[in-house]
C-alpha cells in the first residue's frame, strides 16, 4: 500500500509529484495505472506480444529514470505514451519494410469502390443484436490494423491513444506538417476500407 494520502488521490500529477520526491510506491501506482494501456499501444504499433512487453518495460525504465523532467506541461499519461511510441518506433525502423502495402499502394482500390467505407459498420450498427460491440467487429478492426504498414499503423495508433498533434507527429516521424496530413488522411481511408472488407466478410446474410 502507498505511503501517505498521496496514493489515494485520482490525480496523477499528484503521484508524479510524490514520485519525484522520492516515493517510490507512488511511482509504482503509476505503472499499475497506465501498464495496460502502453502495452496496448505497443502491441498495436509492433504486433509482437514479446516486444510489447520488453516496450513497456522500456517505458517505465525510461519514465523512472527521466521524471524530473516531467514539467506537467501535458498529462502525464500523454507524457508517458510519447516515451512508449518513441520506443516502438525505434524497433520498427530496425526492422526490414513490411510486405504490406501502405496506403498509397491501395489508392485506386479506394478510389473506384462502389459504396461507402462503413457501409457495412452502418448495417451493423443498426441491428438489434448491437452486432456492433461483438468480437467479430473487434477482430475485423484488428485484422485492418495489421494490414496496413508499421508507419500507418503508428500514425493511426498514435492519435488514437495519445491524441498526438501533426507537430508531435510530424517530429517523431521526420517529416513536415503537410506531409503526416497527408499520410494520416490516406491511412484512415485506408482502414475503412480494410474494415468495410472485414465486416463484408463477417456479417451474416
Known sequence: MLKGATPASNDDEALVAAAQAGDYPAFEELVRRHQKNVYALALGMLRNTAEAEEVVQETFLSAFSHLATFRGDARFST????????????????KKPEPQGDSYDLEPRLSTAGT??????????????????????????????GRLSADDRSLILL????????????????????????????????LRQLLDEGLRGKAPR
Not at 79 to 94: D, E, G, Q, T, Y
Not at 160 to 174: M, P, Y
Open 159 to 190: 492519435r488514437a491513444f495519445e491524441s498526438a498533434s501533426h507537430e508531435d507527429l510530424a517530429h517523431q516521424f521526420n517529416t513536415t506538417v503537410p506531409a503526416i496530413k497527408s499520410r494520416l488522411h490516406r491511412a484512415r481511408l485506408l
Open 116 to 145: 461507402s467505407p462503413f457501409d457495412a459498420l452502418t448495417q451493423w450498427a443498426r441491428r438489434p443484436d448491437d452486432a456492433l460491440h461483438s468480437r467479430e467487429v473487434e477482430g475485423a478492426l484488428d485484422a485492418a490494423l
Open 79 to 94: 507524457w508517458l505514451f510519447r516515451v512508449a511510441s518513441n520506443h516502438a518506433l525505434m524497433r520498427l525502423r530496425k
